[in-house]
């Protein structure tokens, strides 16, 4: 069973920036390998969405079009750790952000695909 951590949110003017880490156990390192890995966020009030995904050697990213630019998704798999660098934060970036993971190959963009989930951490920029 895997289990993920998020940590890193919290509150940061416009223009900031915050990385974000989720970090996972329960499972020994050449594992975390095996799964694609995705970061979501969920503003209060809406849906969750996808923000940036990953696969499973980080050869392939994708990003939503609001956060290209200025969002890094990355993992070092020796670490277990799966990391979201934010950079010129804005108040739309405010929401709660979610790690998750899945066993699928390539990467993953859906709710659905996801087979794990982080508990959240809350990203909030003040303009």
């Known amino acids: 069973q895997l289990q993920l951590v998020e940590s890193g949110g919290g509150l940061v003017q416009g223009g900031g920036s915050l990385r974000l880490s989720c970090l996972a156990s329960?499972?020994?390192?050449?594992?975390?390998?095996?799964?694609?890995l995705a970061w979501f966020r969920q503003a209060l009030g809406k849906e969750r969405v996808v923000v940036a995904a990953?696969?499973?050697?980080?050869?392939?990213?994708w990003y939503t079009d609001s956060v290209k630019g200025r969002f890094t998704i990355s993992r070092d798999n020796a670490k277990n750790t799966m990391y979201l660098q934010m950079n010129t934060l804005k108040p739309g970036d405010t929401a709660t952000y979610y790690c998750?993971?899945?066993?699928?190959?390539?990467?993953?963009?859906?709710?659905?695909?996801?087979?794990?989930w982080g508990q959240g951490t809350q990203v909030t920029v003040s303009s």
């Open positions: 990953l696969s499973r050697d980080g050869s392939s990213t």
């Open positions: 329960g499972l020994t390192a050449p594992t975390f390998s095996t799964y694609a």
């Open positions: 998750a993971a899945s066993g699928r190959f390539g990467l993953f963009l859906s709710l659905s695909s996801a087979d794990y």
